[in-house]
């Protein structure tokens, strides 16, 4: 089994995957947003 230690870590890294995709995701549509404006 998984000990204590490792579901900790495990844990923190997935917060900071998480807390990344907030601010990535809408920064991936902010600029795709801007390309479409630039071609269209």
Do not use: C, H, N, R
Not at 11 to 28: C, N, Q, R, S
Request: cysteine-free.
């Amino acid at each position: 089994m998984s000990s204590a230690q490792d579901i900790q870590s495990s844990e923190k890294t997935y917060e900071g995957f998480v807390g990344a995709l907030k601010w990535v995701v809408p920064a991936i549509g902010l600029l795709v947003m801007f390309i479409v404006f630039l071609i269209a």
